[in-house]
């Protein structure tokens, strides 16, 4: 089958699944303010799509060449591109990803043209990213922040007291950082490592040995870059202000996108052939080729875009992020499982320089007891804040201590990270079917309720009233979380 079909559908299916994020953050904020914040995503998302249209039409200039495939492949090309499409329809951006790097994979099998194969690359490059990003920050995330966090500590100041607990840094001096997973290295090293590869596949079209020793300088930079990012945001409220939200934030923003073009391997000097006759440096224009050396004009002009682009992004998410959080800040927190428990609320605190999250205290109202909860709406990056918040209150009671994770009608003594990615999984699928489902239903029908995925709440109980257990039975139900659950 024709490799340009599946580049098309590739194309197709990246845009597919950018789409719905892009019209949300039109529908809430405005086309100007979306387009200001790049839709949502990276700017490094947006350059490596267009770096691989430049390399299709480049490729379509020098002539495509396809392998000849036998009628039994052919046959299977066809089944597979009808199999893509018709997952296309279906309204799940991580499923829209699959399909992408899929149709790329298949664009590659049949295309010989340099450009064509470095565009496919390309393309399965940023299609995969998204999905393995998602897998390895719900399910691994406790690992993954917690060597954050010892890296960063690795560049703490000679002499500072500071204690480290999951991925939270505490100073002695009563200040403390939580490390996100939108901080994590990992994330900026995803990023880095794309954007490395779109400028090397748009110079060289292809890789060699020497590139994958580059690649891992590029990651120890990074890692590097992070760590001592994060260390003087620990440090104290001064740099933390001045790093994650002044101007500090655009120095280390410029450091991770020069970084990248850093360690892309120069071009080879390229001299003007001789004459085997004479000696002399032909001038035709084809024997004519001049020297170059470092990016091509497009590809650094591209740079320079992203370069420039990317603190204006960041800065209007900065904006757009406090401005949200001021609204949230003033919401009360919803806290699903307390229906019909003998409790009553004594209040709320968000704690500084820890997100979003917010705290809720209850008393019980018979015996002697009191609970703190914390839900969790990612993943594990905020599953130690409430033991961290309240340590002084937990060695310092003579009453029971029992602390954990509720999810799914049960009690956790950690984060049960596999778990929660198997069932968020399972419960976006059932949501589907839901929605296929809804599409028959008879005019006049109840509408539906809004799926909204029952995430995991942190805990901390003081007292023997048993009131986690409580919440986790009035779960039980609430968090059946899909069909294939029950």
Known sequence: MNGRFFAGLSALAALN????????????????????EGF????????SLLIAFLLCRKARQKGLTHQHASLNRSIADAGMAGLLTLML??????????????????????SQQP????????????????PVTQLLLNGFADQILGFDTWLSALFLPTG???SVSGNLINQANGFSLLILTGCSAFTNLSLALLLWLSVSLWYHQRLNKTDLLRAAVLCIAVLVINGVRLALMATGPELYAYIHDGDGMLIVDALLFITPVLCVRPARKTRAQHSPETHKPALTAINSVP???GLKAPALG???????????IRITDINSTAATASVAASAPVAVQGLDGLPVRKLGELSPANRGNYRVSGFAHNICDGSIALLPLERNAEGAHILENMLSTQISGTGRQVTRGIIFAGQLYPEYPELTVLIRRVTFQVSSLFRSISRIFQPVGALPPSADIFPGPVAFVEFGQCRIAD?????FATEQQLSYFAK
């Open 302 to 312: 591209l740079l320079t875009t992203a370069l420039l682009i990317a603190p204006a």
């Open 40 to 47: 949502g995503r990276s700017p490094v998302i947006w350059l």
């Open 89 to 110: 329809l279906l309204p799940i951006a991580l499923l829209s990803w699959l399909v992408c790097a899929a149709a790329a994979t298949c664009w590659l099998r049949t």
């Open 291 to 293: 020297m170059t050396i």
């Open 115 to 130: 450009y064509a194969r470095a565009a496919a690359w390309l393309m399965i490059s940023v299609a995969i990213r998204e």
């Open 17 to 36: 699944a950018l789409l719905p994020a892009a019209l949300t953050a039109v529908y809430s904020q405005g086309l100007v303010q979306a387009l200001a």
């Open 470 to 474: 409580g919440i986790a039975a009035n």
């Open 160 to 162: 500072d007291q500071y």
